[in-house]
């Protein structure tokens, strides 16, 4: 069964992202992206990757100009995909 590690996530995440650009989506709901990672990862935990919370598995992937984050107007996380 393929883990995710430090090593690896940032490709697990970015061929998901890709998959929803290429199924013509521009915004997603994190909650989605975490639920279509852990379908293919089961095990998947943010703490094992070095991250406390999901949202700072995004934060890092906005650094990296993989995603943007934004909030809308519930104060809901989404990301745009770039």
């Keep these: ?3 995710l590690t430090r090593d690896n996530w940032k490709e697990a995440f970015e061929a998901q992202l890709q998959a929803y650009k290429e199924g013509g989506f ?3 709901n994190p909650s989605i ?3 279509d ?3 293919t990862y089961p095990d998947f935990n943010e703490r094992t990757i070095g991250f406390k919370r999901f949202s700072d598995v995004m934060k ?3 650094k990296d100009h993989l995603v943007e984050v934004e909030m809308d107007e519930q104060k809901t996380m989404l990301v745009k995909l770039l």
């Design 33 to 35: 992206l975490k639920a």
């Design 1 to 3: 069964m393929p883990q």
């Design 60 to 62: 890092q992937l906005e």
């Design 26 to 28: 521009d915004r997603i």
């Design 37 to 39: 990672i852990l379908t």
